[in-house]
């Protein structure tokens, strides 16, 4: 018991606060002395609210030769088996277009892809759960299951009938397949081009891990999915780029324009550019490397030059390297004034006046060492290193002997070119024993 309910009673309360989108849709509206009206045709809302509330109830009239009212909501009386207005039929004035909203749920939830992102997953909405306050209704859910389906078909008691028939305490009967509003990102077109209209800020679909934010833009349909993918901004349009298979780089690269993509390819770590430029005709790569800023193009086009399974090839030229002249403090201030834009930092790698390698160091070292000690006093005992044309498997056996998480690329004159990291290794690795599995392995 409950302030004096029961459970059912608390269910039942419930369910008055509460009203499915779908009982509305259709319903008969009548004026304030019962004179029908319309048809609810659809709702309206403000964008720009975390729980949008209905503002304006469209009602329409005919079936043929329709025409349509918009009522402020503030006209309606009571929602019962029918939408009772506090105004007569004569105060409504009809027209034959509707007016253009920025939002309505009709046209821009119901039936709709749209964005989960708690669950990082593309949905379609069957039914939209309001919450009744004061006389007003606020988005409270999206329905995405089965349930809400067969409510809109007229199916939903017959097929519960059935189901407690076979199985009263079915999950099917006790749970709502429903997602919160506050975390649904609605993905709609508007009618004046190839524009995203967001209910909601961007920063919750920012904060999606881009390899689940790159699953989501594939399942939605290729309208919606390149108007995701461009209302992102450049930083993570790169990133998800990345994190794509091979064939959704390419089909997404057909639809961007020539300075877009080479934009993208310009913010990619230069070893995954590279992975992605090897893949594509000649032609085409020489076309965006034109597009692409000089020296970054030069970076490119020297890791193309490289077998996509030596060690060139599988090399970023992203590394932080320091003169051996330089103490432990000014390598320390070096790497906080210069590494913001790498994405990690494993190693610091000592270089010559000619770049060439002279010894590898840790920031734990520096932390530990004296500000003014030497840098190559912090150094490894050892310099652990491999050359530009040895292979992936060379390059495994001495990451895995040496136990160690990124390894430069020197030249012949021993020349720092580049750094290979686990991440980097470990997709070669899984590359090659993916092309070399037993093509009989069942469900492979």
Known sequence: ??????????????????????????????????????????????????YPKSDELIISVGRFRRTYAALQWSKIARIEDSIFLNVKKREIKFSPE???????????????????TFNHKVRRVNDVHFLRVNNELVIAHVEIG???????????????????????NSPYLKQDDVVSWKY?????????????????????????????????????????????????????????????????????????DKKEAALIISHMPPDEATDFLERLPRASVANLLTLVESARAKKLSTLLGYSSDSAGGLMTTEFVSVPETATAGDAIEFIKSKTREFESVFYIYIVDDKNRL???????????????????????????????????????????RYKVSAIPVVDERKVLQGIITSDDILSQVIAIAWRRRPKNIKGV
Request: hydrophobic residues 45%.
């Open 1 to 50: 018991m409950t302030d004096g309910m029961n459970i059912d009673e608390i269910k039942t309360r419930a369910r008055e606060m509460f009203v499915n989108f779908s009982e509305i849709l259709g319903k008969r509206v009548k004026d304030m002395d019962g004179v029908f009206v319309g048809d609810v045709w659809d709702i309206s809302a403000k964008v720009g609210e975390v």
């Open 146 to 168: 089965t349930r809400g389906l067969l409510r809109r078909l007229g199916w939903e008691k017959p097929v519960d009938m059935a189901v407690s028939l076979v199985n009263k």
């Open 98 to 116: 509707a007016k253009q909203y920025e939002f309505l749920f009709k046209r821009d939830v119901l039936d709709q892809q749209v964005v989960d």
């Open 358 to 400: 002279k010894g590898i160091t840790a920031i734990r070292l520096l932390l530990f060492a004296a500000p003014g000690d030497n840098i190559l006093k912090t150094a490894f005992p050892s310099t652990v290193y491999v050359h530009l044309r040895d292979s992936a498997r060379e390059v495994a056996y001495l990451m895995d």
């Open 184 to 256: 649904i990102q609605p993905v709609s077109l508007s009618s004046a081009g190839m524009t995203m209209k967001l209910s909601l800020t961007e920063k919750q679909l920012l904060s999606i891990p881009p390899a689940d934010l790159g699953d989501m833009i594939f399942d939605l349909d290729v309208n919606h999915r390149m108007v995701l993918f461009r209302s992102l901004d450049l930083k993570t349009k790169s990133k998800v780029f990345e994190h794509l298979t091979p064939e959704e780089q390419k089909t997404l690269l057909r639809d961007l």
